[in-house]
C-alpha cells in the first residue's frame, strides 16, 4: 500500500508526508505535555502554587483560595499581584479575575491592604476578556472618581480597541483629551485601530492632528503607519515616510522598521526592493541580544522565504543557530519558508534533524492545525496515522469536537490493514458520551463498522460500552491486535473537556 494517498508520489514527497507524520506524533506525545515532577523537586506550598496547579478553568479557584484562608493562612498583597501577573501571562482570564475577587473581598477588610488604580485597571482588563464590553461599563460606573484616572481610561480604551468598538474607542479618546490624559501611547493606540478596520483617512486625520499639536510619535506611531501604507500598497507614501524617518535625529531605523517596510514591498511584488532591507536588517539583529533576537531571526526566515531567496533563508537559519539555542517555532519557520521555495527535500531533511534533536516539542495544537493545513494544501493527501496523531493531540488538549472530527478524517482515509488508534477512539465514544451527544458517537461507529476496522464482535462490545459509558474492565480485548500508537499508550483515559471551556 502506497503511504501517500496520491498517484505515482515522489520519492521527496514519501519521506516528507512520514517526516510530518512524525512530527504530528511529537506534537501529541511530547514531554512537555506530559509533565512529570519530582518529590524533590516539588515546590514550596503557596497560595500562588496551589493555584497554578488548577489548570482547567472550567473549575473555578475560589473554593482553592477559601481553603488557604480556612487554614489559617495569609498573604502579602504583593503576592496578589505577582499571582494575578502569572495567570495574566498564561492567559487563564478567568481564573485571574476569580482570584481579584475574592482575594480583594477579604483584603478590604483587613489593614494595610488598600486598593490602587492599578488594581481597578487589571479588573478592568480582565472583564473586558473574560465577559465582554458591557460588563467592563459596568464595573466602571462602580469605580469611585477618586481612581478614575489616566491608567483606568487607558484601560478602558484598550478595552474597545481590541473589540474593534470604533465609535466607542473615539468617544474615550475625546473625554480622555478633555481631561489631559491623552499620551503618545493612546494616539499609537488609535492609529492601530484605524489600520486594523481600514480606516486609512481616520489615520491621516490623527496623524494631521499630532503634527499640529507638536506631538512626535515615536517608533510604533511612525511603524503603524508604515504598515498602513503597505496594506494598501501605497508605496509612495511609504517611502516618503521612511525617508523622513532617515533624516530624523531623533529616530533610529531599527529592524522592525526594516521589516514593516520589507513587508510592504513583498505584498506589492518589489522582491528587489524588499532585500536590501532583509539584509539591513540582519546586521541591527546582530546587536540584539536574548529572546528578541531569536523572535526577530525567526520573521526574517519567513520573509527571505516570501521572498524566494534560498540563500538568504539559509544564511539566516544559520545565524539563528548560533544563538544558543533551538525552538520550535524556528524549525516551523524555516520549513515553512522551504515549502514556498517549493523545496520540500530540504524541508523534510529539517523535520529529522527537528527530530534527531529531541527538543521539548513545546508545539500546541494551533500550531500542528496549521501545519497539516500547508501540507494538505500543497496537494499532498496525508496518511491515516497523521490525522490520527492529531486527534490524538487534540484529546490530550481536550477538545473533544475536533478530536473526532479530525478521527473521521483518519478512518475515512484509510486502506484495508491500517490499525485504528484503539485508545483514542474509546476517549473521542467517551468524551462524546459525556457531553451527551449520542448522535455523533453513532456516527462514529457507523462509519468504524463500514470501514471494517474490528471484527463484529468487537464492535458490537465497542457499541454497548458506548451506550453504557463504560470503557474500563477487561471488555476489551483486542483479538491479538496492537492497538497502541507505535508501542505507546496515550495518557488520556480521564477525558478532559475543554470545547466550551471559558477564556
Known amino acids: 500500500m502506497s503511504f501517500l494517498q496520491k498517484s505515482n508520489p515522489k520519492p521527496w514527497q514519501w519521506h516528507y508526508v512520514h517526516g510530518i507524520s512524525k512530527v504530528l506524533k511529537a506534537f501529541s506525545f511530547s514531554k512537555s505535555t506530559f509533565p512529570s515532577c519530582s518529590s524533590s523537586s516539588r515546590p514550596k506550598d503557596s497560595l500562588h502554587s496551589r493555584i497554578s496547579k488548577a489548570r482547567n478553568e472550567k473549575v473555578s479557584v475560589i473554593p482553592v483560595i477559601e481553603q488557604w484562608l480556612h487554614e489559617g493562612k495569609t498573604f502579602k498583597q504583593s503576592q496578589l499581584h505577582d499571582s494575578i501577573k502569572h495567570l495574566r501571562k498564561n492567559r487563564r482570564f478567568s481564573h485571574a479575575l476569580q482570584a481579584f475577587h475574592k482575594i480583594s473581598q477579604w483584603t478590604s ?41 489616566i491608567q483606568v481610561y487607558g484601560t478602558i480604551l484598550d478595552c474597545y480597541v481590541r473589540k474593534k468598538h470604533l465609535e466607542k474607542a473615539e468617544a474615550m479618546m475625546q473625554k480622555m483629551k478633555e481631561l489631559r490624559f491623552v499620551k503618545v501611547r493612546h494616539y499609537n493606540v488609535m492609529l492601530s485601530l484605524y489600520n486594523l478596520m481600514g480606516k486609512h483617512e481616520k489615520l491621516d486625520t490623527l496623524v494631521k492632528e499630532m503634527e499640529e499639536k507638536g506631538i512626535h510619535g515615536d517608533m510604533c506611531a511612525f ?52 532585500l536590501p532591507l532583509l539584509k539591513r536588517a540582519e546586521q541591527l539583529i546582530g546587536g540584539t541580544r536574548g529572546n528578541s533576537k531569536r523572535l526577530a531571526y525567526e520573521v526574517l526566515l519567513t520573509l527571505y522565504g516570501a521572498a524566494k531567496n534560498k540563500i538568504g533563508v539559509y544564511r539566516v537559519w544559520n545565524f539563528y543557530k548560533d544563538t544558543g539555542g533551538l525552538f520550535n517555532s524556528g524549525y516551523q519557520c524555516m520549513i515553512s519558508s522551504l515549502m514556498k521555495l517549493d523545496d520540500f527535500a530540504d524541508a523534510e531533511r529539517i523535520l529529522e534533524e527537528w527530530l534527531l534533536r529531541k527538543t521539548s516539542f513545546d508545539v500546541q495544537i494551533p500550531n500542528a492545525e496549521a501545519f497539516v493545513k500547508k ?28 478530536a473526532v472530527g479530525t478521527l473521521k478524517k483518519a478512518i ?92
Request: charge should be negative.
Open 109 to 149: 477588610d483587613q489593614k494595610g491592604y488598600d486598593q490602587s488604580t492599578e488594581d481597578f485597571a487589571v479588573r478592568l482588563d480582565l472583564i473586558s476578556k473574560v465577559h465582554g464590553i458591557e460588563r467592563v461599563e459596568e464595573y466602571y460606573n462602580r469605580i469611585p472618581d477618586r481612581f478614575r484616572d
Open 223 to 274: 511603524n503603524i503607519r508604515l504598515n498602513a501604507y503597505g496594506a494598501i500598497s501605497n508605496i509612495e507614501e511609504m517611502e516618503k515616510l521612511l525617508n523622513k524617518m532617515e533624516t530624523d535625529p531623533r529616530i533610529n531605523i531599527d529592524w522592525n522598521t526594516c521589516f514593516v517596510v520589507a513587508n510592504g514591498y513583498l505584498k506589492a511584488g518589489l522582491i528587489e526592493k524588499a
Open 375 to 402: 501540507i494538505v494544501e500543497g496537494g499532498i493527501e496525508l496518511p491515516p496515522s497523521s490525522w490520527d496523531r492529531l486527534a490524538t493531540g487534540y484529546l490530550v488538549g481536550g477538545q473533544i469536537v475536533k
Open 412 to 503: 475515512s482515509v484509510s486502506k484495508l490493514g491500517w490499525k485504528l488508534n484503539f485508545y483514542a477512539l474509546t476517549a473521542c465514544l467517551e468524551g462524546l458520551k459525556g457531553q451527551g451527544n449520542v448522535e455523533e458517537a453513532e456516527e462514529l461507529l457507523n462509519l468504524v463498522r463500514e470501514h471494517c476496522h474490528f471484527s463484529p464482535a468487537m464492535y458490537d462490545k465497542l457499541k454497548t460500552s458506548a451506550e453504557n459509558g463504560n470503557f474500563s474492565g477487561e471488555v476489551f480485548q483486542l483479538e491479538g491486535d496492537d492497538q497502541t500508537l507505535n508501542g505507546e499508550i496515550p495518557a488520556f483515559s480521564e477525558v478532559k473537556n475543554n470545547d466550551s471551556a471559558e477564556l
